[in-house]
C-alpha cells in the first residue's frame, strides 16, 4: 500500500505540473490583441517633386545612402528636352537626357556627409530642383 | 487496487490531452516566431542612412535636428559615436542649438531615430534658384526672385565661383556678364554679418534660356540695368569709358 501511495504521489505530481503548464499555456494562448492597438506600419517611397511641367527624379542613390567608394554613378530621369546640371561641394557636372529622358552621370564625392543639388532645367526656362545627402564610409559599423 | 488503477488511469489521460495541446501550442509559437523573423528580415528595420541638418535641440545623449528637407530628426549618441570637427577636441558637450551637423549611423525604421556612428560639425550651403531681377553693380549684389516669390539678396564675392550655362556645358562667367531677367542657380551661405544676404560660393546663370514662368516678379521690382546717361544738350551722349 505504501509503494502505492508513493507511485501516486509521484504521478499526481507530473500531472500537476502538466495541468499547471498546460493552464499557463491556456493563458498566454487566450491573450488577444485588441486589432485596434496594433499600430501599421506604412513604408512610403519619395515620389518626385512636380515643378510646373518639368519633372526630375533621382532613381540612383537613394537619398541619405551610405556608400564605400567616392566614386558615385548617378541615374534618373526628366523630360527628355531638359539639361541637366548636378551640384556638390567637389564640383559641378553637366548631363543632358536620352530620348526617352533617362540620364547618367558618375560624379566624385568627399569623405563623410555630402549634399548634392541636381537641377533640371527645361527650354521654356522652367527650372526643377532636387536635393540628396549621400555619405561616403569605408568604416564598418 | 482496484481505485488506483482507475484514478492512474484518469490521471494518465488527462497528462497525455495536456501534452498534446501543449505541443500544438509549441508549434503555433514556433510558427509566430519565424513569421516574425522573416517580417523583421523582410522590412530590414535598421539601415546605415547619412543626413545633414541644424541642431535646434540638445539633451542628454539625445540631438534633434532639422534636415535638409525640413523634417525634425532624433539622433541618439553613446559611446561608440566618434566626432569631428576643425576643432582639436569636439563632443557632445560642444554642440549647441543652430550648429550645422553631418551624422551618419544606423536609422531605425521601427523608431525612426539615428544611432550616430560619426557626428561631423559641417555647415551645408542653401541653394536658391530663380530669376535676377536686380543688380547692384557698386557692391556686387544681385537680388534673385524664386517661385515662391522671396527675394535673395546675393553677394558675389571674389571666392565665387561664377559659370554660365552654355551649349550644353559650364563656362567661366563673371559678375559683368549677368543680366536681369535671367534663371540663376546660388550655392552660398547666409552672411554672419548681415542675415539677409548670402554670400555665394557658386553662381550659375542660364544667358540663353527664358525666364522660368513660375517666377513672377512685380514690376516695381524691375529696375533698369544700365544707368540713364544724361544728354548734353548738343544730341551727343556721354558714355562711360
Given at each position: 500500500m505504501k509503494k502505492e501511495k508513493f507511485i501516486l504521489s509521484i504521478v499526481a505530481g507530473i500531472v500537476g505540473l502538466v495541468v499547471a503548464g498546460g493552464t499557463f499555456y491556456l493563458y498566454q494562448a487566450g491573450k488577444e490583441i485588441n486589432p485596434k492597438e496594433i499600430e501599421s506600419i506604412v513604408v512610403t517611397t519619395p515620389t518626385p517633386k512636380a515643378s510646373g511641367t518639368i519633372f526630375l527624379a533621382i532613381a540612383k542613390p537613394a537619398n541619405e545612402e551610405v556608400l564605400t567608394s567616392k566614386s558615385v554613378q548617378i541615374n534618373g530621369k526628366t523630360q527628355s528636352d531638359a539639361k541637366i546640371l548636378i551640384i556638390s561641394t567637389t564640383g559641378q557636372e553637366t548631363a543632358t537626357p536620352a530620348s526617352d529622358g533617362s540620364f547618367s552621370t558618375t560624379?566624385?564625392?568627399?569623405?563623410?556627409?555630402?549634399?548634392?543639388?541636381?537641377?533640371?532645367?527645361?527650354?521654356?526656362?522652367?527650372?526643377?530642383?532636387?536635393?540628396?545627402?549621400?555619405?561616403?564610409?569605408?568604416?564598418?559599423? | 487496487m482496484k481505485k488506483f488503477a482507475i484514478v492512474l488511469t484518469i490521471l494518465l489521460l488527462f497528462s497525455a490531452s495536456g501534452s498534446v495541446y501543449a505541443q500544438k501550442l509549441n508549434s503555433q509559437i514556433d510558427t509566430l516566431k519565424n513569421k516574425v523573423a522573416s517580417k523583421v528580415a523582410e522590412l530590414d528595420l535598421v539601415e546605415r542612412r547619412g543626413i545633414v541638418g541644424i541642431v535646434t535641440d540638445v539633451s542628454g545623449s539625445e540631438l534633434t535636428l532639422t534636415d535638409s528637407s525640413d523634417n525634425t530628426r532624433f539622433v541618439d549618441v553613446d559611446e561608440l559615436t566618434k566626432f569631428s570637427s576643425d576643432e582639436d577636441s569636439f563632443g557632445i558637450s560642444d554642440i549647441k542649438k543652430g550648429d550645422g551637423l553631418g551624422i551618419t549611423g544606423l536609422y531605425n525604421k521601427d523608431s525612426r531615430r539615428i544611432l550616430a556612428r560619426f557626428v561631423n560639425a559641417k555647415t551645408f550651403p542653401q541653394l536658391i534658384s530663380g530669376v535676377v531681377f536686380e543688380i547692384n553693380t557698386d557692391d556686387f549684389i544681385l537680388k534673385i526672385m524664386d517661385e515662391e516669390g522671396k527675394e535673395h539678396r546675393i553677394s558675389i564675392e571674389t571666392i565665387t565661383k561664377s559659370f554660365s550655362y552654355v551649349n550644353d556645358d559650364l563656362e567661366r562667367s563673371g559678375f559683368s556678364k549677368v543680366k536681369t531677367g535671367e534663371n540663376a542657380i546660388v550655392l552660398g551661405f547666409q552672411d554672419p554679418k548681415?542675415?539677409?544676404?548670402?554670400?555665394?560660393?557658386?553662381?550659375?546663370?542660364?544667358?540663353?534660356?527664358?525666364?522660368n514662368p513660375n517666377v513672377i516678379i512685380p514690376q516695381e521690382a524691375l529696375k533698369p540695368q544700365d544707368k540713364v546717361v544724361p544728354s548734353t544738350g548738343s544730341g551727343k551722349k556721354l558714355t562711360p569709358l
Amino acid at each position: 500500500m505504501k509503494k502505492e501511495k508513493f507511485i501516486l504521489s509521484i504521478v499526481a505530481g507530473i500531472v500537476g505540473l502538466v495541468v499547471a503548464g498546460g493552464t499557463f499555456y491556456l493563458y498566454q494562448a487566450g491573450k488577444e490583441i485588441n486589432p485596434k492597438e496594433i499600430e501599421s506600419i506604412v513604408v512610403t517611397t519619395p515620389t518626385p517633386k512636380a515643378s510646373g511641367t518639368i519633372f526630375l527624379a533621382i532613381a540612383k542613390p537613394a537619398n541619405e545612402e551610405v556608400l564605400t567608394s567616392k566614386s558615385v554613378q548617378i541615374n534618373g530621369k526628366t523630360q527628355s528636352d531638359a539639361k541637366i546640371l548636378i551640384i556638390s561641394t567637389t564640383g559641378q557636372e553637366t548631363a543632358t537626357p536620352a530620348s526617352d529622358g533617362s540620364f547618367s552621370t558618375t560624379i566624385t564625392l568627399d569623405e563623410n556627409e555630402n549634399l548634392i543639388e541636381f537641377i533640371a532645367i527645361a527650354p521654356n526656362g522652367e527650372i526643377a530642383t532636387e536635393r540628396l545627402v549621400i555619405s561616403i564610409t569605408t568604416e564598418d559599423f | 487496487m482496484k481505485k488506483f488503477a482507475i484514478v492512474l488511469t484518469i490521471l494518465l489521460l488527462f497528462s497525455a490531452s495536456g501534452s498534446v495541446y501543449a505541443q500544438k501550442l509549441n508549434s503555433q509559437i514556433d510558427t509566430l516566431k519565424n513569421k516574425v523573423a522573416s517580417k523583421v528580415a523582410e522590412l530590414d528595420l535598421v539601415e546605415r542612412r547619412g543626413i545633414v541638418g541644424i541642431v535646434t535641440d540638445v539633451s542628454g545623449s539625445e540631438l534633434t535636428l532639422t534636415d535638409s528637407s525640413d523634417n525634425t530628426r532624433f539622433v541618439d549618441v553613446d559611446e561608440l559615436t566618434k566626432f569631428s570637427s576643425d576643432e582639436d577636441s569636439f563632443g557632445i558637450s560642444d554642440i549647441k542649438k543652430g550648429d550645422g551637423l553631418g551624422i551618419t549611423g544606423l536609422y531605425n525604421k521601427d523608431s525612426r531615430r539615428i544611432l550616430a556612428r560619426f557626428v561631423n560639425a559641417k555647415t551645408f550651403p542653401q541653394l536658391i534658384s530663380g530669376v535676377v531681377f536686380e543688380i547692384n553693380t557698386d557692391d556686387f549684389i544681385l537680388k534673385i526672385m524664386d517661385e515662391e516669390g522671396k527675394e535673395h539678396r546675393i553677394s558675389i564675392e571674389t571666392i565665387t565661383k561664377s559659370f554660365s550655362y552654355v551649349n550644353d556645358d559650364l563656362e567661366r562667367s563673371g559678375f559683368s556678364k549677368v543680366k536681369t531677367g535671367e534663371n540663376a542657380i546660388v550655392l552660398g551661405f547666409q552672411d554672419p554679418k548681415n542675415k539677409d544676404t548670402i554670400t555665394a560660393s557658386k553662381f550659375i546663370h542660364f544667358p540663353n534660356f527664358p525666364s522660368n514662368p513660375n517666377v513672377i516678379i512685380p514690376q516695381e521690382a524691375l529696375k533698369p540695368q544700365d544707368k540713364v546717361v544724361p544728354s548734353t544738350g548738343s544730341g551727343k551722349k556721354l558714355t562711360p569709358l
